[in-house]
């Protein structure tokens, strides 16, 4: 079974500084994803940025870094320069790896509105 | 040239009402997902679907009714609504073995 946690309801950031956003999580298998996507008021999910358990190094999209320790079994997510357009709800998820039959079973956690102050 | 999109955007219906939502990926991912956003935001799965072969069902409610015509469309029948049903559906898709997701944009469902 897998478990996503994330701690923080909602955030405040000041416009252009960077902020963390917190995600544990929980898993039995062997190899696994973990996700960010956000959520704009609009309701549309974006993803955001992957990383595979087994990656060396932490994954970085433009603006977003995952923050990823294995050993703590975090993947926090880390956004530099914050800009108004980054308010929304961020969502953290997992799914097993590998050959799966086709499929990956995502969970996802309860997410943490964020919002970026001028 | 939208890659995944949902028939309506918004539903409105009474209790007891039968109900369908569409579908349809232009991305060619053999695997497709319902899930369903609760009015706290919490995102869980309910169905998956590979190669048009239920493959994900996470204990929903028999009146909940996936179908796969093709690998293309899923599409999400809802029978005897009930209040508990108001949500916003999500429609995704994947390709084989790749973790990412795209998201439809949902359908917000409200029954009355």
């Known amino acids: 079974a897998q478990k996503i946690t994330q701690t923080q309801p909602g955030m405040f950031v000041q416009e252009k500084e960077a902020v963390t956003l917190d995600c544990t999580y929980d898993?039995?298998?062997?190899?696994?994803?973990l996700f960010w996507y956000k959520q704009p008021s609009s309701g549309e999910m974006i993803f955001l940025i992957y990383q595979g358990s087994y990656d060396q190094q932490n994954a970085t999209e433009g603006r977003y870094s995952l923050n990823f320790q294995k050993a703590r079994k975090s993947a926090n997510l880390v956004i530099s320069a914050s800009q108004l357009g980054d308010s929304a709800m961020y969502f953290c998820a997992m799914s097993p790896s590998g050959n799966s039959g086709g499929y990956q079973k995502v969970t996802f956690g309860t997410g943490t509105k964020l919002q970026v102050i001028p | 040239d939208t890659a995944v999109s949902q028939t309506p955007k918004y539903l409105v219906t009474q209790m007891g009402n039968d109900k369908s939502i569409k579908c349809e990926q232009n991305l060619g991912h053999d695997t497709m997902y319902w899930y369903k956003q609760d009015s706290k935001k919490f995102l869980k799965i309910m169905f998956s679907?590979?190669?048009?072969?239920?493959?994900i069902n996470e204990t929903v409610p028999n009146r909940f009714s996936p179908k796969s015509p093709d690998k293309a469309h899923l599409n999400l029948h809802i029978n005897s609504l009930e209040l508990g049903d108001s949500a916003v559906y999500f429609c995704?898709?994947?390709?084989?073995?790749?973790?990412?997701?795209?998201f439809g944009p949902g359908t917000r469902l409200t029954v009355l």
């Open positions: 995704a898709s994947s390709p084989l073995n790749y973790n990412e997701q795209f």
């Open positions: 898993t039995s298998d062997p190899s696994y994803g």
């Open positions: 679907y590979n190669n048009k072969e239920l493959i």
